[in-house]
């Protein structure tokens, strides 16, 4: 679908689209929380009022157990238990753990590395909001522990060590994803057939707009007042990547980011062949799939790669498609959106 079109099909749709307060008479339900470090969104229809409040708590208890488990931020969730343990041994890790750890790996494996959960190794000395990141002996030093290679898995025992002992993980390019399908899940498992949860860049879409497709903002990467796109979907997933989402400037007048090249230890500017063209850098991709579980990190694996290597990879991979935003400010699809 062109840009053109998608944008007609807009408008005609804000022209008979519903007010949020006629839409919560007609059995639309919604909330908001912050959790996951983001704002957590919602809604969904369901006939009967008191279950849906039922509904709308049990996905947001959903949402704060994932937290509880996998923040790296929480000193008594798994991973950070993990990250204290992991590199003196083997330890023992919850199914659910060692299910994303498999999804990881296979991503790093499938992207030869542009996707890595290693990359908290020198992630997690950067501190966005105080705008504070390593130093090039640090990050020099620091460098070889960052490579997914490190982790050890045995899913069918559910043991994992890190071979390097200074190694550490960080799940912020998968979890959310995984968050919004195990939402959906909770939805099904109440009959709701319409609805869209939504966690920062991630969003999983459960059927229609009860007629309608869902309108999805892609958002502009330098103007937050601004949409660059808006997609209609259903029945899908779409994940959103891009250096406007945790980033400061530094000193020298540079953008510092939350998404790392793990070749560099240092957030993504180039591909992993160090070409640093504009045309080929990116800052924002948008990947739609299945599943959140997928989109998440193929969103994250995109930007790293580069436009060139990122709409390949995508263009490779059956049921995902990708809309990408070049440093030009130049947007790209992939070619199932392109008809």
């Given at each position: 679908m062109s840009l053109a079109r998608i944008f007609a099909l807009l408008a005609s749709l804000l022209c008979t689209g519903l007010s949020h307060a006629e839409a919560q008479q007609d059995g639309w339900h919604y909330d908001k929380q912050a959790i996951m470090g983001t704002e957590v969104h919602l809604q969904f229809w369901y006939e009967n009022g008191a279950t849906a409040e039922t509904i709308?708590?049990?996905?947001?208890?959903?949402?704060?157990?994932?937290?509880?488990?996998?923040?790296?931020?929480?000193e008594n969730s798994e991973l950070s238990r993990?990250?204290?343990?992991a590199g003196q041994?083997?330890?023992d890790i919850s199914q659910e753990l060692a299910s994303i750890l498999d999804k990881s790996l296979w991503y790093s494996k499938k992207t030869q590395g542009a996707f890595d959960i290693t990359y908290a190794t020198l992630g997690s000395l950067y501190d966005f909001r105080k705008g504070e990141k390593a130093d090039r002996e640090t990050t020099q030093e620091l460098l070889p522990s960052v490579n997914y290679r490190h982790i050890s898995l045995d899913r069918e025992s559910r043991k994992l060590a890190f071979l390097d002992k200074r190694t550490k993980i960080d799940l912020g390019g998968i979890a959310k994803g995984y968050a919004v399908d195990r939402a959906v899940a909770i939805l099904q498992q109440y009959g709701v057939q319409n609805a869209s949860v939504s966690a920062g860049g991630d969003a999983r879409l459960l059927g229609d707009k009860r007629g309608k497709p869902w309108l999805i903002g892609i958002r502009h990467p330098r103007d937050r007042s601004k949409n660059a796109a808006v997609i209609?979907?259903?029945?899908?997933?779409?994940?959103?990547?891009?250096?406007?989402?945790r980033f400061f400037i530094d000193s020298d007048d540079h953008r510092v980011?939350?998404?790392?090249?793990?070749?560099?230890?240092?957030?993504?500017?180039?591909?992993?062949?160090?070409n640093a063209s504009d045309s080929n850098k990116l800052i924002s991709v948008s990947v739609i799939g299945p599943q959140g579980f997928d989109t998440d990190p193929l969103s994250t694996s995109v930007f790293v790669l580069g436009k060139q290597k990122g709409m390949a990879l995508i263009e490779g991979l059956p049921q995902f498609e990708a809309i990408v935003?070049?440093?030009?400010?130049?947007?790209f699809f992939t070619s199932g959106l392109q008809q």
């Open positions: 709308t708590n049990a996905v947001m208890e959903e949402f704060r157990r994932i937290d509880a488990a996998l923040s790296p931020y929480k993990v990250n204290r343990q041994g083997p330890v209609p979907l259903e029945n899908t997933a779409i994940s959103t990547s891009g250096d406007y989402e980011h939350h998404i790392f090249n793990p070749a560099t230890g240092k957030p993504a500017e180039t591909d992993s062949s160090g935003i070049d440093a030009n400010h130049r947007m």
